[in-house]
Every structure is written in structure tokens, then in C-alpha cells.
Nanobody
Framework: QLQASGGGLVQPGGSLRLSCTFSGFISDYSMIGWFRQAPGKEREGVSIIDRRGGNTIYADSVKGRFTISRDNAKKTVDLQMNYLTPEDTALYYC????????????????????WGQGTLVTVSS
């Protein structure tokens, strides 16, 4: 099971750190990522990290602002979010899949089998 945490209210330009904690063996999952869904919009991929943490993928909208990291010993995947804007406001979910997929499909929510509950991020002054 996956448990997401760390959401909250932050002012534009601020930072938040989300954490996804696994209750089982995190090493079972070759790809883990963060997705988000804003009101009235489809769920979109934000960032993905592979099993060893050596490869990461970011949506263009968050490149240079967000950083994903993975600690297999602690069984966590974190998303450090800096320079937040109101457009980052959404319900953020962590998700995982067991097998690798091609990079072009990695940010597609439909490719992920396991999902945590969402954590709400609100960016507002």
C-alpha cells in the first residue's frame, strides 16, 4: 500500500515536500511517481523515478522546480516542490507499477497499477 502525505496551503513562490510511504516492499516496483489532478482537469503525470533512483522524468510544467527522490531503505519516494504557483494547486497522488515501460508512456496515469490516496496542495496568497 502507498500512503501520500505532506500537502498543505502555501503561498506562491513557496515550497512543499510530499512523501509517499510504502507499507510493503518498495523494491517490488520498478517505477514510482507522482500525479496530480486539479478540479475539472484530467489526472496528469508530474514526475517518475525508476527502481534505483537513477532515472527520473518530469513534466515540462515542473522541470527545474520539482525534484523527485527515492529512498529504498526508508521505503519512501519524495517530491520536493519549489517555486510553487497557483497552477500547481491540485490533489497529488503517488502511484507505482511493477514493470518498466517506455519513457514516452511513463507519465501516463493509465500505466500505473497501484495508487495511494491523494494529498491536497493549495497554492494561494
Amino acid at each position: 500500500q502507498l500512503q501520500a502525505s505532506g500537502g498543505g496551503l502555501v503561498q506562491p513562490g513557496g515550497s512543499l515536500r510530499l512523501s509517499c510511504t510504502f507499507s510493503g516492499f518498495i523494491s517490488d516496483y520498478s517505477m514510482i511517481g507522482w500525479f496530480r489532478q486539479a478540479p475539472g482537469k484530467e489526472r496528469e503525470g508530474v514526475s517518475i523515478i525508476d527502481r534505483r533512483g537513477g532515472n527520473t522524468i518530469y513534466a515540462d510544467s515542473v522541470k527545474g522546480r520539482f525534484t523527485i527522490s527515492r529512498d529504498n531503505a526508508k521505503k519512501t519516494v519524495d517530491l520536493q516542490m519549489n517555486y510553487l504557483t497557483p497552477e500547481d494547486t491540485a490533489l497529488y497522488y503517488c502511484a507505482a507499477r511493477r514493470n518498466r515501460i517506455i519513457v514516452s508512456a511513463a507519465l501516463s496515469a493509465a500505466q500505473y497499477e497501484y495508487w495511494g490516496q491523494g494529498t491536497l496542495v493549495t497554492v494561494s496568497s
